[in-house]
């Protein structure tokens, strides 16, 4: 699988140049006005995305919303981030993105997108103010949890295999690792 692609051109992109690019099965990502290419995800991947989506949408209160990628979370004009999977406040949702904080963000790690979501959208999200953000590893299989606190994550949990989590933010669910994208 290729690794993650940062595109070379003059100056900052905008949320604007990210519009004009083709719709040719790859995600574009914009950190800070740098635009990421990213491969389409393999088919384990999007199993366990599926499978975490059934279970989030069974939880979510009224109020809330659970996405599946691709839909922009586009927090400033040179920031646009697709997370695997993003929970959002109903009121939040735009006709074509969401630019304001989201409730949950999570990303389904694969081995050309690991450092781009341990280290960099962590950072991202962070600073945009996202209340909480999952890392899941299918290799391990394990889920760490951070919640953001006075402006910084905290890790809140992290569990692997079959053990469970009840975790109560964005809205209360149980998560057992080992559960997720298997067959």
Do not use: C
Not at 20 to 33: I, M, N, S, T, W
Not at 87 to 95: A, K, M, N, Y
């Amino acid at each position: 699988m290729a690794a993650v692609t940062v595109m070379p051109r003059e100056g900052h992109w905008t949320v604007d140049d990210l519009d004009r690019l083709p719709d040719d099965g790859l995600q574009y990502e914009l950190a800070d006005g740098v635009l990421l290419v990213t491969p389409a995800p393999v088919p384990g991947h999007q199993r366990l995305v599926g499978d975490l989506f059934v279970l989030l949408r069974q939880a979510e209160v009224p109020g809330t919303e659970v996405f599946v990628a691709p839909l922009d979370y586009r927090p400033s004009r040179v920031r646009s981030l697709q997370p695997d999977l993003l929970v959002v406040r109903s009121e939040d949702v735009g006709p074509a993105n969401v630019q304001r904080p989201l409730l949950l963000a999570v990303e389904v790690l694969l081995p050309s997108t690991r450092s781009k979501d341990l280290l960099l959208k962590r950072g991202l999200y962070e600073d945009s103010g996202v209340a909480s953000y999952w890392v899941l590893d299918p290799e391990e299989p394990s889920l760490l949890v951070l919640d953001l606190v006075d402006g910084r994550y905290v890790e809140t949990a992290r569990v692997t295999g079959d053990d469970e989590v009840r975790l109560e933010r964005p809205f209360p669910v149980t998560i057992r690792p080992a559960a997720l994208g298997r067959r």
